[in-house]
């Protein structure tokens, strides 16, 4: 249904920006839809049929049966009642991200820990060993999209990271060669921000962005606080998304090579044993 949407519009020579515009949309949104990394609401078929023109009564209804079958709930909606609706947008978002850049200050990236990491982490903050079961449900429901080969992550960990030890040094040493085993994936770069670079600017804070289509500005921004995290949408945080992507690349350019980080790792793992 969804390349027939498309279909539709080129047959009329019309740009996503101009269908976007017409319905009062921004552009990420169609591109979205017609990528299939977002649901297509009823209301919003009617609106694009309409717009291209597609009023014949029984193709309407074919597509409006088509898209309501196509509602199966993504693994995400079983974290609905146990996490924010903001939380849960960005788990979605995530899993139909594109590319993923991330930039890590204080401890082990969420999608690249052990279960016995997170679980020390969770254990930490609340005390509680069910919600530590669920987080770790939830970083191994998440860390799915690590095997996809079509999904780039790029990953830059302060080297603060690789010294602050939330576990005993069994897990730690654990956690540690996971990271190295990780960083050797094709669809994987990591980088290591050392002490050495000074300062940079961006690395206040932990921050995730998801580019959400092949349109590099099409980009959702979580921002890590103490109080939870911030998340910027498409619209309202298009302007912040696009200095955040500047902020990550400097912190790149800063970071050592990914080819440098198993022998950094290496160092890391070599004083445990110290």
């Given at each position: 249904?969804?390349?027939?949407?498309?279909?539709?519009?080129?047959?009329?020579?019309?740009?996503?920006?101009?269908?976007?515009?017409?319905?009062?949309?921004?552009?990420?949104?169609?591109?979205?839809?017609?990528?299939?990394?977002?649901?297509?609401?009823?209301?919003?078929?009617?609106?694009?049929?309409?717009?291209?023109?597609?009023?014949?009564?029984?193709?309407?209804?074919?597509?409006?049966?088509?898209?309501?079958?196509?509602?199966?709930?993504?693994?995400?909606?079983?974290?609905?009642?146990?996490?924010?609706?903001?939380?849960?947008?960005?788990?979605?978002?995530?899993?139909?991200?594109?590319?993923?850049?991330?930039?890590?200050?204080?401890?082990?990236?969420?999608?690249?820990?052990?279960?016995?990491?997170?679980?020390?982490?969770?254990?930490?903050?609340?005390?509680?060993?069910?919600?530590?079961?669920?987080?770790?449900?939830?970083?191994?429901?998440?860390?799915?999209?690590?095997?996809?080969?079509?999904?780039?992550?790029?990953?830059?960990?302060?080297?603060?990271?690789l010294h602050r030890r939330v576990t005993d040094a069994g897990v730690w040493r654990k956690q540690l060669q996971h990271l190295r085993d990780v960083s050797?994936?094709?669809?994987?770069?990591?980088?290591?921000?050392?002490?050495?670079?000074?300062?940079?600017?961006?690395?206040?804070?932990?921050?995730?962005?998801?580019?959400?289509?092949?349109?590099?500005?099409?980009?959702?921004?979580?921002?890590?606080?103490?109080?939870?995290?911030?998340?910027?949408?498409?619209?309202?945080?298009?302007?912040?998304?696009?200095?955040?992507?500047?902020?990550?690349?400097?912190?790149?350019?800063?970071?050592?090579?990914?080819?440098?980080?198993?022998?950094?790792?290496?160092?890391?793992?070599?004083?445990?044993?110290?």
């Amino acid at each position: 249904m969804l390349a027939e949407m498309k279909e539709a519009r080129e047959a009329l020579q019309l740009t996503q920006k101009e269908v976007a515009e017409a319905l009062d949309w921004s552009v990420s949104k169609l591109i979205r839809i017609e990528g299939g990394t977002v649901g297509l609401s009823i209301t919003d078929l009617k609106a694009l049929l309409l717009h291209y023109g597609i009023t014949d009564r029984d193709r309407v209804e074919k597509y409006v049966a088509m898209a309501k079958a196509g509602k199966e709930p993504g693994w995400w909606d079983q974290y609905r009642r146990t996490n924010s609706p903001e939380f849960v947008k960005f788990l979605g978002l995530e899993s139909a991200a594109v590319v993923l850049r991330q930039y890590q200050l204080l401890v082990v990236p969420g999608l690249l820990q052990i279960p016995d990491y997170t679980s020390s982490l969770a254990l930490t903050a609340s005390g509680k060993p069910e919600l530590a079961d669920l987080h770790v449900r939830l970083r191994r429901d998440r860390q799915q999209r690590l095997a996809d080969p079509d999904l780039e992550n790029f990953f830059i960990l302060d080297e603060s990271v690789l010294h602050r030890r939330v576990t005993d040094a069994g897990v730690w040493r654990k956690q540690l060669q996971h990271l190295r085993d990780v960083s050797q994936q094709p669809n994987v770069t990591l980088q290591v921000l050392p002490y050495k670079a000074g300062w940079v600017r961006g690395m206040q804070s932990s921050f995730e962005l998801l580019q959400l289509s092949e349109q590099s500005n099409d980009l959702f921004l979580d921002v890590e606080q103490p109080d939870g995290d911030q998340f910027f949408d498409d619209v309202t945080g298009a302007v912040k998304a696009a200095e955040f992507i500047q902020l990550f690349y400097g912190l790149e350019e800063a970071a050592l090579s990914a080819d440098e980080t198993p022998a950094v790792i290496d160092k890391a793992l070599e004083r445990l044993d110290d």
